[in-house]
């Protein structure tokens, strides 16, 4: 059976319309009878266009959301791919800060774990190109550059049969990126902002199909057991987000999960 392609891509469907449009959201349970659920936008995004869409709709202070580099990879291969994952979301986070030089300290963290891969040699010419390009503030060229590099990362690791890491690095980045974003909404905490918490439904329940993914073996990790439970904790916190406005103590308790489960990431286990 054919790996199923990269998610890097996920369907945005931003729930009531006006979030895409730059007017005010209309929920369910705000609209006159026979009115029908809030309509839904869908759309193909990339993790750039993702924090471009937050980008416009708060005000996201993108350097205060820098964090400090990862531990020394890890031997474990999985928890090394879920991090990775984290670091190429941060790698989009830093392009929209337009900061070179904690782009190319990140770029230094990315190829060490690239090497605990065994990709690092492969990959070393893109993120060489990937530093100049930012040196030299190519941040229209850089930004192409990066959505494509995450994508031949994955590539190349489903040619090399490690399916699970492919999907770790996905689940790594997503997450990570959910994280930045809930950090954004509880500083900007609107009924309007709120929703972009989770992106939308659908990325959620990407997420989850991903997670569920992974080989048999790897959902018997405590780690990945875990991190399983925090996104179904997540999960069930914004069941019927279509339908009311999102409250702020769900905004509160999804920022704590994300936080939880980044911290897992790098944290060694026993």
Known sequence: MPAPPSRSRRTICLVAVGLCLGGTPVWADERGPGDGAPS??????????????????????????????????????????????????DS???????????????????????????????????LMAQGKMAESSEWKELRHEI??????????????KDDDLAVMIDLGLWLRLLE?????????????????????????????????????????????KHIGAAIEEISVLWRGATSAPPTAEQVTKTHEKLQEIMQMMVEKQP
């Open 180 to 224: 930045i974003v809930s950090t954004v909404v509880v500083e900007n905490d609107t009924v309007e902002a709120r929703p972009l918490c989770i992106g939308s439904p659908a990325i959620l329940q990407e997420i989850r199909d991903d997670f569920n993914r992974l080989g048999s073996p790897k959902h018997e990790e405590a780690m990945i």
């Open 40 to 89: 839904i936008v869908l759309g193909d995004q990339t993790p750039a266009d993702f924090l471009d869409l937050i980008g416009q709709r708060t005000k996201a202070r993108w350097r205060l959301l820098f964090r400090p580099p990862p531990p020394t990879p890890p031997t474990d291969r999985g928890r090394a791919a879920l991090i990775l994952g984290g670091l190429m979301a």
């Open 92 to 126: 989009f986070l830093i392009w929209q800060a337009g900061d070179s030089q904690q782009f190319r300290n990140n770029n230094q963290e990315v190829l060490s774990y690239c090497r605990t891969l065994g990709l690092g040699e492969k990959l070393l010419p893109r």
């Open 147 to 160: 959505v494509d590099s995450h994508q031949v990362l994955i590539r190349m690791l489903r040619d090399q």
